[in-house]
Nanobody, 121 residues
Framework: VQLQASGGGLVQAGASLRLSCAAS????????MAWFRQAPGKEREFVAL????????LYADSVKGRFTISRDNAPNMVYLTMNNLNSEDTAVYFC???????????????WGQGTQVTVSS
């Protein structure tokens, strides 16, 4: 499975962005799709995840209520809609595919290349 993330950019605080992740190859219905982010000088951290075949989602406390993860099985797309962005959301955002319902980076096998989100205050 190859993942291609896009949609990042430079926005002002309070703005919205929608990130997209295009997945190629076969994705099993039980796969877990997630978004992580990495700010300069910090470790990669969990943002949101969902299962490919179901509506269940999980969010980091820092984005809960502002970010929404969604997927479109045809085509194979996963989205991260980000509202009310603030400077602490500035990071490179990565989409990832795994098999476990997990917030740990080590549990994800396939990663996209990342897309930069910069929020100016």
């Amino acid at each position: 499975v190859q993942l291609q993330a896009s949609g990042g950019g430079l926005v002002q605080a309070g703005a919205s962005l929608r990130l997209s992740c295009a997945a190629s190859g076969r994705i099993y219905s039980s796969a877990v799709m997630a978004w992580f982010r990495q700010a300069p000088g910090k470790e990669r951290e969990f943002v949101a995840l969902t299962r490919w075949n179901g509506p269940r989602t999980l969010y980091a406390d820092s984005v809960k209520g502002r970010f929404t993860i969604s997927r479109d099985n045809a085509p194979n797309m996963v989205y991260l809609t980000m509202n009310n962005l603030n400077s602490e959301d500035t990071a490179v955002y990565f989409c990832a595919r795994g098999t476990q319902w997990s917030v740990q980076t080590n549990d994800y096998r396939d990663w996209g290349q990342g897309t930069q989100v910069t929020v100016s205050s």
